[in-house]
């Protein structure tokens, strides 16, 4: 046992270890290595507070949660429009392109995935004006390609000509089986975007993550994801290893234990991504019935600061898994 456990935590080490990836901004707002982005990127909402164009709970007084961040334009052609190149931000597969500006709150969007990032994380590029000719789903392309054109498309409420911006993405996506659980929600309507539609994937915050990696302090994705602060701990019983972790093994702690598969103890950031799993022995879920999640631990000042997600609720005195954090079991482990 003692033996496994090790060679895991050395498997562990060697992915965090990896060669540092190479990875570019996605638009030509600056050229220099030594350029840091900061706030004067971020394209505002109507509130004109540079701070909603962030990631995290920068919406609606810190009560709506936004995915990625909004990068303004440098340029304008003619008509004022937003002429800005959009380049990939790493070497990559195109996963999904829509082009049917009315069929998402993204408008027009691309998908990237980047098998060569450890974990291979998704980018997403969205509100575009154009998709750059050639460009096909299972195409290859190479970091700083052109992919595409700034805009403000947009399938809900129309983005002003003079906040034309890119939305922009890193994270994970949460289940291959995404179908299933849109129809079991009974949401109406289609799904025209199969495992790539926002509700499947989560992101991290792309400019703490240039700043980590431009100042030398992670080399990988992998790392950033490891050095996060733990919002809630839970344990799940379930013999199930989800096609998350199939995906992205680099975020479990160890290896399966020998015999079976009691379930997993999870740690979640503040967003709700599951960034840390652990197997464990049957033993260690011993009284709790199938498919049931507890509540460990949670970090009350690390929720209070981001209540724009339910990952907690307090009833009764007891400790009980959010909303948010509950469509994230759904998606990942399969929990009905």
Request: charge should be neutral; glycine fraction near 10%.
């Amino acid at each position: 046992m003692q033996f496994r456990h090790l060679a895991a935590a050395i498997l562990m080490v060697s992915s965090l270890r990896a060669e540092r990836i190479e990875i570019s901004w996605p638009t030509p707002a600056q050229t220099s290595p030594s350029w840091r982005p900061d706030i004067d990127t971020l394209q505002s909402t109507a509130s004109g507070e540079p701070e909603t164009g962030g990631f995290g709970c920068v919406r609606s007084n810190g009560y709506r949660f936004h995915e990625g961040i909004d990068i303004k334009a440098t340029k304008r052609d003619s008509r004022g429009e937003a002429a800005d190149e959009i380049f990939a931000a790493m070497d990559g597969v195109v996963r999904h392109i829509n082009t049917l500006a009315g069929e998402s709150n993204y408008g027009r969007y691309i998908v990237l995935e980047h098998p060569d990032a450890s974990p291979q994380v998704y980018t997403l590029y969205a509100h575009l004006s154009r998709i750059a000719p050639g460009l096909a789903q299972g195409g290859h392309v190479k970091r700083g390609q052109v992919i595409a054109t700034m805009g403000r498309t947009s399938g809900g409420q129309a983005i002003p000509r003079d906040r034309a911006h890119l939305h922009f993405e890193i994270g994970l996506f949460l289940s291959r089986d995404f179908q299933s659980w849109f129809l079991w929600k009974k949401f109406g309507g289609a799904n025209s975007h199969g495992q790539w539609n926002g509700m499947n994937l989560m992101g991290i915050d792309p400019i703490d993550f240039f700043h980590s990696w431009q100042s030398g302090k992670v080399d990988t994705f992998a790392q950033y994801l490891a050095g996060m602060q733990t919002a809630v701990k839970l344990r799940v019983a379930t013999t199930r290893t989800p096609d998350f972790l199939q995906r992205y093994p680099t975020l479990q702690t160890r290896e399966n234990p020998a015999g079976l598969l009691g379930g997993w103890e999870i740690r979640v950031n503040e967003t709700g991504l599951p960034f840390s799993w652990t197997p464990l022995e049957m033993r260690e879920v011993a009284g709790m019935r199938p498919n049931e999640a507890i509540i460990v631990d949670a970090n009350e000042d690390i929720l209070r600061h981001h209540h724009c997600k339910t990952l907690v609720d307090n009833r009764h005195g007891r400790k009980q898994i959010g909303k948010d954090l509950r469509t994230v079991l759904e998606l990942t482990l399969g929990l009905r």
